[in-house]
C-alpha cells in the first residue's frame, strides 16, 4: 500500500509540472521549429526595357536623380523601385504553367553592392491552393540564399507565419531574373 | 475501494491526456477561427489631378515609363504608386467625422486587369481606439471581395493579427474611391 | 485517511482547473507582455541632395507632380518616396563602428503636416547578431515617440514578432536624421 501512495504522489508531481511547463513561458517551450507546411516554387522576372512591352512582368517605376524608367541606374541601381506580377512555377521552366502570381515590388537600396528590399505576395488562383502568401524582408541578393518573412497569409494560408528562402536561380542580363523559393511555414492555423 | 481506485485512475489518465494535449502541435490544436474583435471601417480616397489638391488625399509618386504623375497610367495603371492619408468613417458617408485616418501606399501591379498590391495602416486617436493597424497584402480590386493580412499593430492593437477584407463600396471615375474594410482580428494581446 | 483523501480530491481539482485554463483560450490568458527580448539601437539617414552623393545613404526614388528627386518636395513632402540604406550604431555617434544596416523605404504620406509610412529591414551581420528583423507602420514623425510593428525575422530573429519605438533623435536640415529604435520584442523562438 505504501509504494502505491508513492507511486501516485510521483505522478502527480509529474502532472504538476508538466502543467507548470505548459504555463512558463509557453511561447518559448512549445514553439516547434520544425514546419508545419513547406512549399517550393519558382518566380520569373521580366523586367520592362522600352521594347518587351509584351513579354515584360515587371516594370520600373522609380528612380534616383540620376535614373530613368526603362534601364537600371547606375550605382548598383540604388533607388529603383520595381512593380512586378511574375508567374509562379513549380519547376524552373518559364513556359510551365502557372501556380499563381507573384504581385508586389522590389527596391534597390544600396550604393555600392547590389541589395534588394522586397514587399510582395503570392496569389492562388487553382485547385491546388486558393488564397495568398505575403512577404516582406530584405534581399541582399548576391548571397547565394537570403531569408525573408511570411507576415501573413489569406484563404488556404489563414494567418501563417514563416521563413522564405529565395536563391537567383538564373538570370539573363539585366531583363530575366528567376528566383527559387522555399517556403516553410511554421504557423498554420 | 477498488471501484474508488479506478475512477482515481481513470480521472488521472484523462489528466494526463489532457496534459499531452496541450504540448502536442498546441499551435493547431488551441487556435480559434473565432475573431476575438471585429471591426468594419470606409475609406475614402480622393486622388490628386492636377486640379483637385485641397480636397486630394493621395497623389501619384510613381509611373512607369509611359506614365506621368498627374494622370493614372494605361495598360490598368500598371506600375502606378499612389501614396495616400485617407479619412477613416464609420459609415459610408465622406463627409461623416472621421474616427482615424488610413496612411500608406499601393502599387498597381498588371498590365492585363487591374490588381494592386497595399501597404498601410489604420492610425486612430480618438477616445473610441488609440493606436494603430498595420496592413500588407494583394488586393486583386476587380473581385468583389479581396482578403488581406493585419501583419501588427500598437496601442489598443498591441501585437494584433488577422485578416481584413476589403470592398470596393463606390467610385467616381478614377479620382475618388471609397472602400470598405471588415477587420477579423484572431491575436489580441 | 478521510483527510488523505481530501487533499487528494482538491489536487486532483487544482489539477483540472490548471488543464482547463491551458485549454481556455490560451492565446489570451499566456500571453506576457514582457518583452523576452529588448534592444536599442541608432540609425543615421544622409538623405542626397545633388551634392553629396559620396556620404549619402538614402535618395529621393518617387516624388509628386510637383516635386522632384533632389529636394523634398513642398506640402510637407507629401508623396516622397526615400530608399535608404543607414549605418546601425549602439550609440548616438554616425562614426562609430556601424553593427548593421538599415534597408528599406519610407514615404511621406500626408498634405498638412510631417507623417511618413516605413517598411524596412534592420540587417546584421557581426558576432553579435547574425540575421533580420522586418518592420513595418505608421510614423508621425512630429510625435516625440512613435510605435511600429515588428512584423518578423529572420537567423538569431527567427519568427519574431515585437513592437519598436521610434524617437527623432536630431537633424540637421533636410539631409541628416537620427533616430533611435527601442525594439521590444514579444514573441521569441
Known amino acids: 500500500m505504501r509504494s502505491k501512495h508513492q507511486i501516485l504522489t510521483l505522478f502527480l508531481a509529474i502532472l504538476l509540472l508538466l502543467n507548470l511547463g505548459c504555463f512558463a513561458s509557453p511561447r518559448k517551450s512549445i514553439r516547434s521549429r520544425r514546419p508545419c507546411k513547406e512549399m517550393v516554387f ?5 523586367i520592362y526595357n522600352g521594347k518587351n512591352f509584351k513579354n515584360a512582368t515587371a516594370t ?3 528612380a ?4 530613368n524608367h526603362t534601364i537600371l541606374a547606375n550605382n548598383n541601381h540604388f533607388g529603383n523601385v520595381v512593380v512586378f506580377d511574375d508567374p509562379i512555377t513549380l519547376d524552373n ?3 510551365s504553367p502557372p501556380v499563381g ?8 537600396d544600396k550604393k555600392e553592392i547590389f541589395t534588394a528590399w522586397l514587399g510582395f505576395s503570392f496569389v492562388f488562383n487553382s485547385t491546388a491552393h486558393k488564397g495568398s502568401i505575403n512577404f516582406a524582408g530584405a534581399d541582399p541578393l548576391m ?5 525573408i518573412s511570411v507576415i501573413g ?4 494560408f489563414f494567418m501563417t507565419r514563416g ?3 529565395i536563391m537567383t536561380d538564373s538570370f539573363e542580363g539585366e531583363v530575366y531574373f528567376r528566383l527559387r523559393v522555399d517556403i516553410k511555414l511554421y504557423e498554420c492555423w
Request: hydrophobic share 35%; no cysteine.
Open 163 to 165: 521563413v522564405a528562402t
Open 153 to 156: 497569409g489569406t484563404g488556404d
Open 42 to 46: 519558382y518566380f520569373h522576372d521580366i
Open 93 to 95: 521552366n518559364l513556359h
Open 143 to 147: 548571397n547565394k540564399t537570403r531569408d
Open 101 to 108: 502570381r507573384a504581385q508586389g515590388f522590389y527596391i534597390y
Open 60 to 62: 520600373i517605376v522609380g
Open 64 to 67: 534616383p536623380a540620376w535614373g
